[in-house]
């Protein structure tokens, strides 16, 4: 009899969501319009760590192209922490910038020991302002699923109103003010609750030769076109355009992230009541991105509840001084006691 926490989460999970289609996608969080913006606030993030990622035997550190490093589970008393569904990290693997459903930012920075995380200090959190300066909660924007980062510039994606925000952080950090960008032809008619889901911004100072080089790619979570795959679009160029992505094994979307060689990883992520959940990473050439393109690859890495797995939303790469190419992982909560926020490293083993 399995008796690990992450079986016992989901199922009890489970129990409580007979009337859902599907908890891993993500969940309406009910946002009170804000008249005026709060000002940004320090907190503290409790972590606790996961010594191993099979919960049945602690031995097994390989799964698939991936070895587990390290994990933790994170736990605030400020009371708008969870719900994360998009990370990014700096270039050594620390600092980050990280949102959440409701429509908030958080900055901080992950404290390692050796190649291990121990903790998340110096984490200040703040509510994402629009043009007008104040929070997009109060015009009913919160749903924030995606984020891209271009230098200086950050993008973030909205589900529901399909709509993506340019905040100029490196002038104005948190307290910056997001500007709407033309939307895509056929982003409109995403569906409300699987709409954009991961963004990726081939940056032109790593990827000089691709003639993606200083695009965003924007994938939907289940926006399914005529042949039944997931909608993408390239925007940025002369004009945006189309390309979509094979779905398989009814997975969903959930982010991406570019490999320091220009390969793309998509993360996915499925849910079922009868036991069919999982989540897992498939490799794709960014060669292969091409208007009107349906890309495909191979998986990389898959688990299931026998793991340390949850409602994982967030993907990001980044190369240590010792050539170690890292992957790191976080979870969605869903603002629920139910489910965990993770916080995993896998190394890749090209």
């Known amino acids: ?6 079986r016992r989460h989901f199922l009890a999970v489970a129990a409580s969501a007979a ?8 969940q309406p969080v009910p946002v009170p319009a804000t008249p005026s913006a709060r000002a940004p606030v320090s907190i503290e993030i409790e972590a606790r760590p996961i010594p191993a990622f099979d919960t049945r035997d602690r031995t097994h550190t390989r799964f698939g192209s991936l070895q587990y490093r390290s994990g933790l589970v994170l736990t605030s008393r400020y009371k708008d922490f969870g719900g994360i569904s998009g990370l990014r990290l700096d270039d050594k693997g620390e600092g980050f910038i990280a949102i959440s459903d409701k429509g908030n930012w958080f900055t901080g920075k992950i404290a390692y020991s050796g190649d291990t995380m121990v903790g998340i200090v110096d984490v200040e959190a703040a509510p994402m302002l629009g043009a007008d300066g104040r929070q997009i909660t109060a015009r009913g924007w919160y749903d924030t699923e995606s984020i891209a980062v271009d230098g200086p510039t950050v993008y973030i994606g909205l589900e529901r109103v399909h709509q993506i925000l340019k905040f100029d952080f490196g002038r104005d950090g948190v307290r910056a003010r997001g500007e709407p ?3 895509p032809p056929g982003m409109r008619k995403l569906p409300s609750n699987g709409s954009l889901e991961a963004l990726v911004m081939v940056r032109k100072d790593r990827f000089k030769s691709s003639p993606l080089a200083g695009m965003l790619l924007a994938i939907s979570e289940r926006g399914l ?3 039944g795959n997931i909608a993408a679009w390239i925007i940025g160029g002369k004009a945006p355009a189309n390309f ?5 094994k009814n997975y969903d979307i959930s982010d991406a992230a570019l490999l320091p060689s220009g390969d793309l990883l998509l993360l996915e992520r499925k849910f079922s009541l009868f036991g069919d959940t999982g989540v897992r990473i498939r490799r794709i050439p960014l060669a292969s991105i091409v208007p009107d393109a349906a890309i495909d690859g191979p998986t990389i890495f898959d688990a299931d509840l026998g793991y340390e797995i949850d409602n994982f939303e967030g993907l990001d790469v980044h190369v240590t001084p010792e050539g170690d190419t890292v992957l790191t ?8 006691m139910l489910q965990r926020t993770l916080l995993m490293q896998f190394t890749l083993l090209e």
């Not at 009899?1 to 992450?6: A, P, R, Y």
């Open 329 to 336: 992982l976080i979870s969605d909560d869903n603002f629920s």
């Open 1 to 6: 009899m399995t008796t690990d926490l992450t």
């Open 225 to 227: 076109d005529s042949a």
């Open 244 to 248: 979509s992505v094979r779905r398989t």
């Open 19 to 26: 009337a859902l289609p599907s908890l891993a996608r993500a």
């Open 181 to 183: 960008i033309s939307q």
